[in-house]
């Protein structure tokens, strides 16, 4: 699935592509899981401004002189987007829409079609403001501090394994993600929130961005479909010092690595050097 590295690494290889491009044609093939919203009509001739991530939607606006507003793009379960700049190749059956652009041809390929493209009068007009409401803070913000995240732990009980996942503190410790920052910050991932002190939500904040920006820096994960913008498997997932290494040595300390299962994921981390 694609998760935040992979959709920032994706909007890095789109937006000086796309800064400025004319929309010339929009395809819509088969449902995705939201319907556009417009007629794909009324986007021609549209401008396109500058590629925005927020969470694991992409934002492009999309300005003229009959309308303005953007685009809200989710690469669900299987999606990805790639430009091709000319001699698009015929439309495979996966690929689910399609923005002809005067900077090339811009696809969302899509099999299980959970992603979705659909036209919002701005990020907080409907149904974009609805659709990011409930994301907590992005993690390479720097107004999001130790404090922060300590004061949101504090509301809770849950594991704190189960709380990244859930995104609403922090977005974007998806599963691998969440179990290589808990075992860089030492912390075992059935913790429960409101156990953990400052030092430790300090320590775990600085590993959660740690581990995305190296996620960023190669690329995104190889995980299934991802491709990149410019159609190329990312590496990160062979640097992963715990996740899918159940019963192989802790790369610190040797000890056999554990896997449990929480909030119907796999969370990988090693009893000796995680502590509850
Ligand atoms: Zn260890």
New binding site residues.
Partial sequence: MPELPEVEVTRMGLADRLRGAQVQAVHVGSPLRWPLGVAPRTLHDLAIGELSRRGKYLWMPLAGRSRSGGLLWHLGMSGSLMLHERDAPPRGRHDHFELVSSAGTLRLTDPRRFGAVLWSDALDAEPARRLLAGLGAEPFDAGFTAQALHAACKRRRTSIKAALLAGDIVVGAGNIYACEAL?RAGIDPRTRCNRLSLPRCDKLLAAVRAVLAEAVAVGGSTLRNFRNAHGSPGEFQVNARVYGREGL???????A?RRVVQAQRSSFF?????AR
């Fill in positions: 075992f040595p802790c790369p610190t300390c040797q000890s690595v090693c009893v000796s050097c995680q």
